[in-house]
C-alpha cells in the first residue's frame, strides 16, 4: 500500500504537435522495419484457396508446418515474445515492466495536477491509457509464467507481474486519482465533451475504485484492506482443500460386481478383506456408474458428497468474511455487493431468474426420472440410482448400429478441417478470416504454436491469435482463451511522446501488432489472442493420421473462439470496455453461442470432411449424429440443467447472508436441495452430506455462479431467433445483425440493449420494453426461455 508521493514524477512531454506527428511516423517506419509489413489487401479466390489450404495443412501436417515455419523463420529477423520488443530474454521483462512503470507515473502525476477544462477533459483516456499500461505488463506476464517452459523466463515473468500487481494495489488507494476523476465526471463542462465510451469508462473506474474502499476512512480502509487479503487466502485454501471426509470405503468384493474385475483386484490386493474403494477421482464414478448392487452405490454416493469437517470450516469462514466485506462497503450482503454493476442487478433478480427456470425444466426432468424409474421398477429412485441406470440407458443406445457407425466420425473433424470451418464460417457471417503466418525466431513460446492473422474482406489486418492447441508434459489441459493485449486506439499525443525517445526502434505498442485505421487515420493496438488446448499432436514425420477431434473437442473449441471473437470483433477506442472487458454474466454469451453452430448441418457442410479421402460428412451421417445428441440429452440432459441451477442457488443462498449471523453451510445446502432438487440427498442419515465442501466455483464465481446458465439461456433465444434454429447458420444478414447488436460493442453497451437489440421488435419481451430495462422482469423473462434439453456444455 502507498500514497501520492511515493509515485516518482517524471517530466511530462508535450501531448502533440505537426513536427512531432511527422517524426512519430518516421520512427514507426523504422521500428517496423525489423517485420517485412504483410500485404492484406483483397486477393484473388485462388489465393483465398491457397490460404485456406494452408490453414487446414499447418495444423494436420507436422512437416508441412515444419517447413511452414522454418521458411518463414529464414525471412524474418527476431522479435521478442508476441513480437514484444522487450521479450527477447528474461531479462526482459524486468525492463518491460520498470518502462511501463515509468510511464504509467508520468500519468498519475498529470492527473493529479490537472486543473484546467482541458485536462479534466483527457482524464477518462488518461485513466484508460493507464488501465491499458497495466494491463500490457499484467496480463501478458500472468500468461507467460504459466504457459512457458522455461523456468527463467516463469520465474522473470513472475517477477515482472507482480511489480506491476503491487503498483496497480497503490493506484488503488490513491485517493487523489479518484477525487479528480469525480470531480471531472461531475463537470457538464467536461463530459459534455467525452464520447459515450470515455461515460461508461469513466463511471466504470470510479465503481472499481469504490470497490476498492477508496471512500473509507483510513482506519476502515485498512480493515477493508485486511478483510479482502483473508478472503483470498481462505478463497485458495478452498479451492485446493477439497477432501471427503473418508478417504476410503470398505466394500465386500461381491458387492462391487458389475466394476471392471481387473479393477477390482488392483484395489484389493493390498488386502485379504473388503475391497478399499477411494473416494475421489475415476474410481468412485465408474463405480456409480456399474456396481450393481444399491447398497454399495448408496454408501459409495454419500461419502463422495461428505466433505471433510476442515473444508466446511473453511469455506463457513470465507462466507463470514465475504459477509463482513459486505456490511463495511455499505451493502446488504456479499451478493448485493458483487450484482450492483451486473446485469443481474441484485440477488432479488437473479432469483427471479433462477425461480423460472426452475419452473421451464420442471417438466423435463419429470419425463427423464420416469424413464429411470421404469428402468428400476418398483422402489423409488434415489440420486444413487441415476449414473447406473443412466449408463445403462446410454449403452442401450451404443451397441445400436446406429451408434457403431458413429464411432468414425472424428475421421471427419481434424483439427485442421475444424479450424478451416472456423474461418470459413467467420467470412460467411462477418466478412473475417483466418490467415496463417509465419512467426519470426522468438516470437512464441513454444515451436509447435500456430500465428493466425484476421483479416477482413477489405485487406484490413484486425487481431493476431497464436494457437497452442497441442498436449505436452505439464501443460495444463484446460482450454482457454486470454486476451493478451486489448484493442484500442493509439493517440496522436502517444505516438508523438514515442517518436521523442532516443531510441529509434521505440514502438507505441511495444513491437506488437498495429494498424492505421482507413477511417479515423488513427493508429490502433490490435487484440492479440492466446488459445489454449490440449489436443493431441500428429505425428512428426510421414503423412499420418492427424489430430483427430472428438465432438466434445470441436464444440471445446468453437466455445473457445466465441471468446476471441468478441475480443476480435468488439475493438472500441477505448481498452477498459474492449472484447471480453463487459458484465461477468455477459462474458460467456459469444462463447455459448458458437457451441451451437459447432454441429450445425449448414455449418458441417462447410468443414467436416474426412482426413484421408476429403469426403464430406453425408447428410445421413448428420443426422444420425443428431439423433445420438437428442437421445443422450433425453436420458439427463434436464437433470444435468438441474444440478447446474441447484448450484447457482445454493450460491446465491450463500452470499445473501448478511453479516453477524452463524453460518450452517451444510443445513442450509440441504434447505435448498430439498426445495429445488427432483433427487435430493436424504437429511435421515447422519453425517448429512456436505457437497458444497466440492463446489469450488464458490470462491471464484462467488454470487456469480448464475452467469454461465444466464448466457446459455440467451444463447439459446438468438440461435432460435436471430439464426433460426441453424437455417440462417451462415447467412451474412444473421450474423451482420448478431455483430452489430452484440459483439462490437464489447463492454461498451449495456447487456440488456445488446440483448434487446438483437432479438428485435419482434420479440414479445421487447414489445413492452421489458429486455431493454432490464431489472427484475428481465431476469424472469430469460428464466421462461428455458435452457432446453439438447443444450451445449462448457
Request: hydrophobic content about 40%; charged content about 25%.
Amino acid at each position: 500500500m502507498g500514497s501520492p508521493h511515493m509515485l516518482m514524477p517524471l517530466r511530462q512531454r508535450q501531448w502533440t504537435c505537426r513536427t512531432c506527428l511527422s517524426q512519430a511516423r518516421r520512427s514507426l517506419k523504422t521500428a517496423a522495419a525489423h517485420r517485412p509489413a504483410r500485404d492484406y489487401t483483397p486477393t484473388t479466390n485462388h489465393q483465398k484457396q491457397i490460404e485456406d489450404e494452408t490453414l487446414r495443412r499447418m495444423f494436420d501436417s507436422q512437416p508441412f508446418w515444419r517447413e511452414f515455419s522454418q521458411s518463414g523463420a529464414a525471412q524474418l529477423k527476431p522479435t521478442g515474445l508476441v513480437q514484444n520488443q522487450y521479450l527477447t530474454s528474461p531479462d526482459g521483462f524486468r525492463v518491460f515492466a520498470t518502462s511501463t512503470l515509468q510511464k504509467c507515473q508520468a500519468i498519475v502525476t498529470k492527473v493529479l495536477a490537472a486543473s484546467t477544462l482541458k485536462e479534466y477533459r483527457t482524464m477518462a483516456r488518461d485513466l484508460d491509457r493507464l488501465s491499458d499500461l497495466l494491463c500490457r505488463v499484467i496480463d501478458l506476464s500472468d500468461f507467460i509464467r504459466v504457459i512457458h517452459p522455461d523456468p527463467q523466463v516463469q520465474e522473470a515473468a513472475t517477477q515482472a507481474y507482480a511489480l506491476m500487481f503491487e503498483y496497480m494495489n497503490v493506484l488503488n488507494t490513491t485517493t487523489g486519482l479518484n477525487d479528480q476523476l469525480k470531480k471531472a465526471a461531475a463537470n457538464p463542462c467536461v463530459t459534455s465533451h467525452w464520447s459515450e465510451e470515455e461515460k461508461i469508462v469513466a463511471q466504470i473506474l470510479i465503481k472499481d475504485f469504490s470497490n476498492s474502499a477508496i471512500h473509507m476512512p483510513p482506519n476502515e480502509r485498512q480493515r477493508f484492506v485486511n478483510l479482502s487479503t483473508e478472503v483470498s487466502q481462505l478463497g485458495s485454501a478452498f479451492v485446493n482443500g477439497a477432501e471427503p471426509a473418508r478417504a476410503k470405503v470398505y466394500i465386500e468384493a461381491n458387492n462391487l460386481r458389475g466394476l471392471d474385475p481387473l479393477l477390482v483386484h488392483k484395489m484389493k490386493r493390498w488386502t485379504t478383506s473388503a475391497v478399499p474403494v477411494p473416494t475421489m477421482g475415476l474410481i468412485p464414478r465408474l463405480a456409480l456408474r456399474s456396481v450393481n448392487m444399491e447398497d454399495a452405490r448408496r454408501e459409495i454416493y454419500l461419502a463422495t458428497r461428505t466433505s471433510s469437517r476442515n473444508q466446511i470450516q473453511v469455506l463457513e469462514k470465507l462466507l463470514t468474511k465475504r459477509a463482513e466485506l459486505a456490511q463495511l462497503s455499505g451493502f446488504e450482503s456479499f451478493a448485493h455487493m458483487t450484482l450492483h454493476d451486473k446485469m443481474a442487478k441484485s440477488p432479488e433478480a437473479v432469483a427471479k431468474f433462477l425461480t423460472a427456470l426452475v419452473g421451464s425444466n420442471r417438466e423435463l426432468v419429470k419425463e427423464e426420472l420416469a424413464k429411470l424409474q421404469r428402468m428400476k421398477g418398483a422402489s423409488p429412485l434415489q440420486p444413487w440410482d441415476h449414473a447406473y441406470y443412466v449408463h445403462r440407458r446410454v449403452q442401450q443406445y451404443s451397441i445400436s448400429p446406429r451408434s457403431r457407425e458413429l464411432n468414425a466420425v472424428p475421421e471427419f473433424f481434424s483439427l485442421g478441417t475444424v479450424m478451416q470451418g472456423l474461418s470459413r464460417l467467420f467470412e460467411r457471417l462477418y466478412g473475417v478470416r483466418l490467415v496463417p503466418r509465419e512467426t519470426a525466431p522468438g516470437e512464441t513460446w513454444m515451436s509447435d504454436v500456430r500465428r493466425l492473422d484476421v483479416v477482413d474482406e477489405s485487406g484490413r489486418h484486425l487481431a493476431v491469435i497464436y494457437c497452442d492447441l497441442f498436449s505436452r508434459p505439464n501443460k495444463h489441459p484446460n482450454p482457454a482463451h486470454f486476451t493478451l493485449r486489448c484493442a484500442r486506439e493509439i493517440s496522436a499525443a502517444e505516438v508523438a511522446e514515442c517518436a521523442a525517445v532516443l531510441d529509434s526502434s521505440a514502438h507505441p505498442n511495444d513491437g506488437m501488432a498495429t494498424e492505421i485505421d482507413s477511417k479515423s487515420k488513427t493508429l490502433r493496438q490490435l487484440p492479440t489472442i492466446a488459445l489454449v488446448c490440449d489436443f493431441p499432436e500428429p505425428p512428426a514425420t510421414g503423412a499420418g493420421r492427424p489430430a483427430l477431434l472428438t465432438e466434445h473437442s470441436v464444440r471445446t473449441l468453437f466455445h473457445e473462439m466465441g471468446h476471441a471473437l468478441h475480443s476480435i470483433l468488439g475493438q472500441t477506442r477505448l481498452q477498459s470496455i474492449s472484447g471480453t472487458r463487459c458484465a461477468t454474466d455477459f462474458a460467456e454469451l459469444p462463447s455459448v453461442l458458437m457451441e451451437h453452430f459447432a454441429m450445425a448441418p449448414e455449418v458441417l457442410s462447410l468443414y467436416a470432411r474426412h482426413w484421408e479421402t476429403d469426403t464430406p460428412l453425408s447428410e445421413s451421417m448428420m443426422r444420425s449424429m443428431a439423433k445420438e445428441r437428442t437421445a443422450h440429452a433425453s436420458v439427463y440432459g434436464a437433470v444435468e440443467n438441474e444440478a447446474q441451477i441447484l448450484m447457482a442457488l445454493v450460491d446465491q443462498a450463500y452470499h445473501t447472508l448478511p453479516a453477524n449471523r452463524p453460518i450452517d453451510s451444510t443445513a442450509l445446502y440441504h434447505q435448498v436441495a430439498t426445495t429445488h432438487s427432483s433427487l435430493p440427498d436424504p437429511t435421515d442419515t447422519l453425517p448429512l452430506t456436505s457437497w458444497q465442501g466440492f463446489f469450488g466455483h464458490l470462491y471464484g464465481y462467488g454470487a456469480t455462479y448464475y452467469s454461465y446458465i444466464f448466457d446459455r439461456a440467451i444463447a439459446n433465444k438468438i440461435w432460435e431467433d436471430v439464426f433460426r434454429g441453424g437455417k440462417a447458420a451462415v447467412e451474412r444478414d444473421a450474423g451482420e445483425r448478431y455483430k452489430k447488436e452484440v459483439l462490437r460493442w464489447g463492454g461498451g453497451r449495456n447487456g440488456w440493449e445488446c440483448v434487446a437489440g438483437v432479438l428485435g421488435s419482434q420479440n414479445a419481451a421487447n414489445a413492452d420494453g421489458r429486455l431493454v430495462e432490464g431489472g427484475d422482469e428481465a431476469m424472469r423473462e430469460v428464466g421462461r426461455w428455458g435452457l432446453g434439453r439438447d443444450g451445449v456444455s462448457g
